[in-house]
C-alpha cells in the first residue's frame, strides 16, 4: 500500500485537476455522510461557524434572479436559493459530488440543473448571471484562482455580486489540528506554495493558500468592486468540530473569509 505523503510543493495544472476531480469523486460519499446532516438538502451554510445565507443576507433579494454555484458540490446552496425565488445553476468538476446533488434533489423535492466543467472555463456565455457565489467551492483548489475571478466576472451581467468563502488564510500559519496543537504557528504566511497529499508520488489532494491581499487584488484585478469581507465569529452553544475548525480555535481566531463583490454596472 502507498503512503500518502503531506508536502508544499508545485504541481502541474493536469496534476492539480486531476487531484481535485479524482478526490472528491472518492469522497463524496462519506462527505455527505459526514457532513450532509449539517448542510441540509436546502440550506446554504456559509462555513462550519454556522453562517447561514438566511441570515446574512449577502446575496441581497435573489427573487427572479439567475445565480451561478460555482463548486457546487451536493448543491444544497443552489436548492435554497430555488426555494426563495431564484433561477439556480450548480456546477463542479466532480462528479461524485454531483450524484450527491442528484440524492439532494431527490430527497428534497427541490431541482436544479447541474453541469459537469472546470471553474477555470465556465461552460456559459457572458453576462448569463445575475449572481455567483460558493461557499468553499473551487476557489482553493485551483491552481489560478485569479482566472476564476474572471471568468465568473465574464459570465455576471453588469451589478452582478460575486460572493464567495475560503477557508481564512490566516490559519495556513497552523497545523490542520482543532486541539492545543492548532494553537501555534509553524508555517509562514506568505509561503504560496499548494499544500499536497500524495500517495507514491501523485498528487491526490491538492488546496492552495492566497493572503488577504492576494485575493483583494485578484478581484480587483478581474474587475470586481470589493464591498466587504466578512469574517464570522463563533457562536455561543455551537460545539461541533469540523476538521480543523473547533469552538477552541473558533473563540480566538476566525476560520472563514467571505468577500463581497460586484461586477461594475455598466
Given at each position: ?24 469523486d ?17 440550506e ?17 433579494d ?8 460555482v ?24 462528479a ?40 468553499f ?130
Amino acid at each position: 500500500m502507498p503512503v500518502t505523503e503531506v508536502t508544499r510543493r508545485p504541481v502541474s495544472r493536469n496534476e492539480n485537476r486531476r487531484a481535485s476531480r479524482c478526490w472528491w469523486d472518492a469522497d463524496a460519499e462519506s462527505y455527505q455522510a459526514e457532513h450532509g446532516a449539517f448542510l441540509g438538502d436546502a440550506e446554504f451554510v456559509w462555513c462550519p461557524e454556522g453562517l447561514r445565507e438566511s441570515q446574512a443576507r449577502l446575496l441581497g433579494d435573489v427573487r427572479g434572479r439567475r445565480v451561478l454555484e460555482v463548486g457546487c458540490g451536493a448543491a444544497a446552496a443552489a436548492r435554497w436559493l430555488v426555494t426563495q425565488g431564484a433561477t439556480a445553476v450548480g456546477l463542479d468538476l466532480s462528479a461524485g459530488m454531483l450524484r450527491q446533488a442528484v440524492a439532494g434533489s431527490v430527497r428534497s423535492g427541490v431541482r436544479v440543473p447541474l453541469v459537469q466543467a472546470d471553474a477555470l472555463t465556465l461552460p456559459f456565455g457572458d453576462g448569463s448571471f445575475d449572481l455567483a457565489t460558493t461557499a468553499f467551492g473551487a476557489v482553493p483548489f485551483v491552481d489560478d484562482s485569479a482566472g476564476v475571478m474572471r471568468e465568473v466576472f465574464r459570465v455576471l451581467r453588469p451589478g452582478g455580486r460575486w460572493v464567495f468563502a475560503v477557508t481564512h488564510p490566516m490559519r495556513w500559519i497552523f497545523l490542520d489540528d482543532p486541539g492545543d496543537g492548532g494553537l501555534v504557528a509553524v508555517h509562514s504566511y506568505f509561503d504560496r506554495a499548494p499544500y499536497v497529499e500524495s500517495d507514491g508520488g501523485v498528487p491526490t489532494y491538492v488546496e492552495h493558500h492566497r493572503t488577504l491581499g492576494d485575493r483583494i487584488r485578484e478581484l480587483v484585478g478581474a474587475g470586481f468592486v470589493v464591498d466587504d469581507l466578512v469574517e464570522p465569529e463563533w457562536p455561543a452553544g455551537h460545539e461541533r468540530i469540523w476538521g480543523q475548525w473547533s469552538p477552541l480555535r473558533g473563540r480566538i481566531f476566525p476560520g472563514t473569509a467571505i468577500f463581497v463583490s460586484h461586477k461594475p454596472a455598466g
